[in-house]
């Protein structure tokens, strides 16, 4: 029950969050989408991965596109109006929608017993993180490290003048 | 209905959301905004088939999904700092009026 509520809510935020004019409306929108997700995730015992969720989506990821946003200066504008092919990307993503749906009522591995709910305690994730995924944690603080710098002399490359 | 299939489910719908409106919006930004949601999806997947999957005890959905959120959040911010300094270019954020290759 608690579950179809918070799936509603994070469908409504995502619908809303991609067809508001409003840009910054837009991503207040995606906040409650990030935010029901995270809840979700919390219902399903994946402690870890909802706050995950919230400090990095909500956290970070939503207040750079509201800086983006501002700094474009787009919120109010036209460019932030549906395009004319609007009939072409609806019917492809109710096709890949439609194609997903019935391969999971399909499926039969959607069928199976319920499970006991599993614990995932936080011994358990630091002992996998520093052990068994201590390479891919190592690769993503580099790739981190990499994003940054990249990102900053992308955003930063015009003022030092004329290339 | 089994909980996985409603994990799916609503994991296929914020798919199809977020493909939407990466295929219809004309707003760079907007289009960045459907493609996390569809990370958001595939993170999803990740995490209910850890849940209802036969060994939840090696965490590997929920390391996998831990990882993806750190990719998703580099991509975020490589994505916004090419949309700044797009607009810089064209002084325009619009996607159908980038079409020019000569800078």
Not at chain 1, 38 to 63: E, M, R, S, T
Not at chain 1, 125 to 132: E, K, N, P, Q, Y
Not at chain 2, 19 to 24: K, W
Not at chain 2, 57 to 63: H, K, S, Y
């Amino acid at each position: 029950m608690l579950f179809t509520i918070f799936a509603i809510l994070t469908l409504a935020g995502a619908a809303a969050a991609m067809s508001l004019r409003n840009l910054v409306h837009s991503v207040l929108a995606l906040i409650v989408a990030f935010g029901g997700l995270a809840v979700v995730y919390l219902l399903l015992g994946a402690q870890f991965v909802g706050f995950a969720q919230v400090l990095v989506y909500i956290g970070a990821v939503a207040i750079l596109i509201v800086f983006a946003i501002l700094l474009t200066r787009s919120a109010d504008t036209a460019s932030s109006s549906i395009g004319g092919s609007w009939v072409a990307g609806g019917v492809t993503a109710l096709a890949v929608f439609g194609v997903l749906a019935w391969a999971i009522s399909h499926s039969s591995a959607s069928h199976g017993a319920a499970m006991p709910q599993p614990e995932a305690s936080m011994q358990q994730i630091g002992d996998a993180l520093m052990l068994r995924f201590a390479l891919p944690l190592e690769m993503i603080g580099l790739l981190l490290t990499a994003a940054l710098i990249g990102a900053v002399t992308i955003a930063s490359r015009e003022k030092r003048g004329p290339r | 209905m089994t909980p996985l299939m409603g994990c799916l489910l609503l994991s296929a719908l914020l798919f199809a959301i977020g493909l939407a409106g990466a295929l219809v919006r004309r707003n760079a930004i907007l289009v960045l905004i459907g493609i996390e949601l569809m990370l958001n999806a595939a993170n999803l997947n990740f995490i209910a088939f850890w849940r209802y999957g036969p060994h939840p005890e090696a965490l590997t959905g929920m390391m996998f999904v831990v990882f993806s959120i750190g990719v998703a959040a580099a991509e975020a911010a490589v994505g916004l700092a090419l949309i700044i300094s797009l607009y810089r270019h064209i002084k325009s954020v619009n996607i159908d009026e980038v079409n020019s290759m000569s800078g």
